[in-house]
């Protein structure tokens, strides 16, 4: 894989019995890319991030994640990158910083690293009279922020965002897009995928999959310009129009 590249796989594929769920994919992700991940329900996203994330082997294919052979060193993958799920993968009995140490700890930081770490993010997040607060009892704009930042506590090349803002409102919505930009330009790689169409337009480049197979991929103003529309949304409607798969 070429030292610009974050992410780079070549016809991978995913089979449950005689069910393709994700059909000979090929694509690179630049490093410090936002790269967004579009599908309808079953189109495969959610399949093919496991193979990113080292959690599911392929079937057919190969590639590599940050620097890792998504085969042979699924292993390594999992320290070199963050992920955050829609449920903001925290744990709402225990306190902010009682989080911020667990995830730590999970990626394995050292106490000195953990306390440094922690203090940077109380700052960062403005978050430092929360410390003692169980997660259950902060606004969910706070728990969004908090749970991007534990899943890039470690400064993981890359970040995996799984619906990120999935039932939260525009205006929060649009914070945590302020939040995916600066750890972009801090330097880090981030693939998020996302049901609202009007957030692929913040992505750098957009791939839109249908039925486990690619039907669009490249930036969003290239692609409206391809289907001579004006946004994403009416992108996606014509390439997943013969979708067979809807859950």
Same mark, same amino acid.
């Given at each position: 894989?070429? +030292?610009?590249?974050?992410?780079?796989?070549?016809? !991978?594929?995913?089979?449950?019995?005689?069910?393709?769920?994700?059909?000979?994919?090929?694509?690179?992700?630049?490093?410090?890319?936002?790269?967004?991940? !579009?599908?309808?329900?079953?189109?495969?996203?959610?399949?093919?991030? &496991?193979?990113?994330?080292? =959690?599911?082997?392929?079937?057919?294919?190969?590639?590599?994640?940050?620097?890792?052979?998504?085969?042979?060193?699924? @292993?390594?993958?999992?320290?070199?990158?963050?992920?955050?799920?829609?449920?903001?993968?925290?744990?709402?009995?225990?306190?902010?910083?009682?989080?911020?140490? =667990?995830?730590?700890?999970?990626?394995?930081?050292?106490?000195?690293?953990?306390?440094?770490?922690?203090? *940077?993010?109380?700052?960062?997040?403005?978050?430092? +009279?929360? &410390? +003692?607060?169980?997660?259950?009892?902060?606004?969910?704009?706070?728990?969004?922020? !908090?749970?991007? $930042?534990? $899943?890039?506590?470690?400064?993981?090349?890359?970040?995996?965002?799984?619906?990120?803002?999935?039932? /939260?409102?525009? /205006?929060?919505?649009?914070?945590?897009?302020?939040?995916?930009?600066?750890?972009?330009?801090?330097?880090?790689?981030?693939?998020?995928?996302?049901?609202?169409?009007? @957030? $692929?337009?913040?992505? +750098?480049?957009?791939?839109?999959?249908?039925?486990?197979?690619?039907?669009?991929?490249?930036?969003?103003? $290239? =692609?409206?310009?391809?289907?001579?529309?004006?946004?994403?949304?009416?992108?996606?409607?014509?390439?997943?129009?013969?979708?067979? *798969?809807?859950?």
């Amino acid at each position: 894989m070429g +030292n610009d590249k974050a992410i780079s796989v070549k016809n !991978l594929t995913k089979k449950f019995g005689s069910f393709t769920a994700v059909d000979h994919i090929t694509f690179d992700v630049a490093k410090g890319e936002i790269f967004g991940f !579009l599908g309808a329900n079953g189109a495969g996203k959610t399949t093919a991030m &496991r193979m990113l994330c080292g =959690l599911s082997r392929p079937t057919e294919g190969d590639g590599h994640v940050a620097g890792c052979d998504i085969i042979t060193q699924a @292993e390594a993958i999992k320290h070199r990158i963050g992920y955050m799920s829609q449920k903001f993968s925290l744990y709402a009995d225990l306190t902010v910083e009682e989080n911020i140490r =667990l995830f730590s700890t999970i990626y394995g930081m050292s106490s000195s690293q953990i306390r440094e770490a922690s203090e *940077r993010l109380f700052k960062e997040l403005e978050m430092e +009279n929360m &410390r +003692n607060t169980f997660v259950k009892d902060i606004p969910v704009g706070w728990k969004q922020k !908090l749970a991007l $930042a534990t $899943a890039t506590i470690h400064k993981p090349q890359i970040v995996f965002l799984d619906e990120p803002t999935g039932g /939260v409102d525009p /205006v929060t919505r649009r914070k945590f897009w302020e939040l995916i930009y600066k750890a972009s330009s801090d330097g880090m790689t981030v693939f998020v995928t996302t049901h609202y169409l009007d @957030e $692929a337009e913040y992505c +750098n480049r957009i791939f839109i999959m249908v039925d486990g197979k690619i039907s669009a991929l490249d930036s969003p103003s $290239a =692609l409206k310009e391809k289907y001579h529309v004006a946004t994403i949304d009416e992108v996606f409607r014509i390439v997943a129009q013969n979708a067979q *798969r809807t859950d």
